[in-house]
């Protein structure tokens, strides 16, 4: 579940503005526009900034590895803040410039950060799902909250992550995680059957040991080696990245909810769907907002963490090998 | 006479040996995140009253778990030495409060949820990572903790919740500040934030 993003739905970020396959289209045609299908680690995510490990010589090496992108993407140039790329002097200052390499590198964890070239919009949208949460979101859960019991707020989230069997099982077919499909696919007859069509997650119990497995399509393609782009904070739907965003329509497609008739059922779905797990989240945005300096920075580095380490743990556990961070390659 | 040569053998060597043992970091982590709970679920202390007791309470077995200078520090990088040795302490001083102001609220609200100590990787001889798991009503919340040995000490310098690193958080936003400002407005922006709250 993510942690970060009051407005999504648990496993596919909900989409309840997308109320016709029209608005889809629409949707792949944007992401057309702004996607770039390399494989390995997106143009964008390469920030000399943090891959320089204290001398110039390490951003060089970057612009060797990567010189037809930074070529092909100005865009990600530009974001760049000039002042980061030049080397800073005091640097030197540290007493040992092996700690201070240690403790970038152990807490950032090779975690890319990501390219923001749209930041104006981003921000624009992040007040606008910031002022949803406040204004609509939270009002109504917490109304929601006084009406109906945390028990079976929460067999209502279970019964919708039940529903969503088909997006965690394509995703670990993908990834070709065997053991992952068997594992969603022995989970979901468990708990349709003796679960009361999912109400009750009783494959998480003790003794049968079934737990949720946390695959999306997004991760999927991201263990494929696609990389995650540039950042896009969306409307309704929250931070995301042209991955993710090509994930969420591919979800939209697997999830049962979506091929409810008429349109409007399937939106109303959906819509109590997000009121219910807001409902079980209240005050984790708050603590979240409140604990940051500024955030929108710290919600976009949130997303990037939570995302990054999603991938990395299953490549880990499907190649033994970590994501090919590009601030990797030049440790 | 023998007896007592003996014992007193075994008394100087468990006298001198206690110092020298430092406890695992997952004993470590257990240890605190038990001190806590007990604060928290003390029968005498409940109400609103006491909340400031409490708190008080929890802010000294903080500062035990925690090696709060190298947590500024890391959550800083390689800001840190663009800060004058008073800035430094400023700072670690306001990040404190911000911190202190958003997480005691939400430590208080604690309402026994379950907390499972998993297990503990070391990362080289000084440094480690110990896993624990939250379950609320609907949710199991993983939450790491890594640490550095200290005097003979495992403290922590980075929580990492769902897979979001707090110090890695802050950095980016520490960063962001501080490639295009001065440190003295970050101080500023830190101090402000701490007056809102």
Redesign the interface.
């Known amino acids: 579940?993510d942690?970060?993003v009051p407005l999504r739905g648990k496993h596919d970020q909900g989409v309840s503005a997308m109320k016709s396959r029209l608005s889809v289209i629409v949707l792949w045609l944007l992401l057309a526009c702004c996607m770039s299908f390399t494989t390995g680690p997106g143009p964008f995510s390469v920030n000399p900034?943090w891959a320089v490990t204290g001398d110039g010589t390490a951003l060089a090496e970057i612009e060797d590895i990567r010189p037809d992108e930074d070529a092909a993407e100005p865009a990600a140039q530009e974001n760049q803040?000039a002042?980061?790329l030049v080397d800073?002097p005091?640097?030197g200052?540290?007493e040992d410039e092996e700690e201070?390499a240690g403790?970038?590198q152990?807490?950032?964890?090779g975690?890319p950060?990501i390219a923001d070239p749209i930041e104006p919009f981003n921000r624009a949208m992040y007040q606008f799902n910031d002022k949803l949460y406040f204004w609509v979101l939270k009002p109504v859960a917490t109304g929601y909250n006084k009406v109906a019991p945390?028990?079976m707020?929460?067999c209502v989230?279970n019964f919708f992550t039940n529903l969503a069997f088909p997006i965690r099982f394509t995703s670990c077919l993908l990834q070709a995680d065997f053991t992952c499909t068997a594992q969603e696919t022995g989970r979901f007859f468990l708990n349709s059957i003796w679960g009361v069509a999912g109400l009750f997650d009783v494959a998480s119990q003790e003794g049968v040991n079934l737990p949720k497995q946390d695959a999306d399509l997004g991760q999927t393609f991201g263990v494929w080696g696609i990389g995650q782009g540039v950042y896009i904070v969306w409307p309704v739907l929250g931070p995301s990245s042209p991955r993710d965003t090509l994930g969420t329509v591919g979800e939209f497609f697997l999830y049962p909810v979506s091929y409810l008739n008429p349109w409007y059922a399937s939106s109303g779905v959906r819509t109590y769907e997000i009121i219910n797990d807001t409902s079980?989240r209240i005050?984790d945005y708050e603590?979240l907002k409140?604990?940051?300096?500024?955030p929108y920075?710290?919600i976009?580095?949130?997303y990037v963490?939570?995302r990054y380490?999603?991938i990395e743990k299953k490549r880990l556990k499907l190649f033994s090998a970590p994501a090919p961070a590009p601030a990797e390659s030049v440790k | 006479m023998k007896k007592h040569l003996i014992l007193t053998v075994i008394l100087a060597v468990l006298l001198v040996g206690v110092p020298a043992y430092a406890a695992t970091p997952l004993e470590t982590i257990k240890v605190n995140v038990n001190k806590v709970l007990e604060v928290l679920r003390d029968p005498s202390l409940k109400g609103e009253s006491t909340k400031e007791i409490k708190k008080e309470k929890l802010r000294a077995v903080y500062y035990k778990m925690f090696d709060e200078t190298e947590l500024s520090k890391r959550s800083l990088s390689r800001n840190w030495k663009k800060l004058t040795p008073a800035q430094q302490e400023e700072f670690v001083r306001l990040f404190h409060q911000i911190l202190e102001n958003t997480y005691a609220d939400r430590i208080l609200a604690y309402k026994n949820e379950k907390i499972s100590f998993d297990r503990e990787s070391l990362i080289t001889s000084k440094q480690a990572e110990v896993f624990t798991r939250f379950f609320t009503a609907s949710a199991e919340i993983p939450i790491n903790y890594r640490l550095l040995l200290v005097n003979g000490n495992w403290k922590v310098y980075d929580i990492v919740i769902e897979n979001v690193s707090l110090v890695q958080n802050y950095r980016t936003q520490f960063n962001d500040i501080l490639s295009k400002n001065p440190p003295e407005k970050l101080l500023e922006t830190l101090r402000k934030k701490v007056k809102q709250s």
């Open positions: 579940m942690p970060i900034a803040p002042e980061t800073d005091s640097e200052d540290f201070l403790l970038e152990d807490n950032g964890n975690v950060p945390e028990r707020r929460v989230k079980l005050g603590a409140g604990a940051a300096i500024d920075i710290a976009r580095d949130a963490q939570y380490k999603k």
